[in-house]
């Protein structure tokens, strides 16, 4: 545990990892983010129509993200749909320095 709140060891099940054909292990935050961490059997890309568990957000890519993440300034879908959409306005304060 190295977080305060063991937050990095959440989700650390076997069905949290998918297996590249070399034996790398890749994280389900991973899978279907449009990033192949899998070069030689693309199993992080495969069935990116799956739906994503409690507290997480689908992305338009299939990625999923922790819904915390939906509206919190940094882009966690590859189009920072995260952002973009859902109302964000209403997360946001504007300043124009006037």
Same mark, same amino acid.
């Given at each position: 545990?190295?977080?305060?709140?063991?937050?990095?060891?959440?989700?650390?099940?076997?069905?949290?990892?998918?297996? /590249?054909? =070399? &034996?790398?292990? !890749?994280?389900?935050?991973?899978? $279907? *983010? %449009? #990033?192949?961490? @899998?070069? +030689?059997?693309?199993?992080?890309?495969?069935?990116?129509?799956?739906?994503?568990?409690?507290?997480?957000?689908? /992305?338009? =890519? &299939?990625?999923? !993200?922790?819904?915390?993440?939906? $509206? *919190? %300034? #940094?882009?966690? @879908?590859? +189009?920072?749909?995260?952002?973009?959409?859902?109302?964000?306005?209403?997360?946001?304060?504007?300043?124009?320095?006037?």
């Amino acid at each position: 545990m190295d977080c305060y709140d063991g937050s990095d060891e959440w989700h650390c099940q076997p069905d949290d990892f998918v297996q /590249c054909g =070399s &034996g790398k292990r !890749i994280h389900r935050h991973f899978w $279907c *983010d %449009g #990033l192949l961490h @899998c070069d +030689d059997n693309h199993a992080d890309e495969a069935n990116c129509t799956a739906m994503c568990g409690p507290g997480e957000y689908r /992305c338009a =890519s &299939g990625r999923c !993200i922790h819904e915390g993440h939906v $509206c *919190d %300034g #940094l882009c966690d @879908c590859l +189009d920072c749909e995260d952002e973009h959409q859902h109302h964000c306005h209403h997360y946001y304060t504007t300043v124009s320095g006037m």
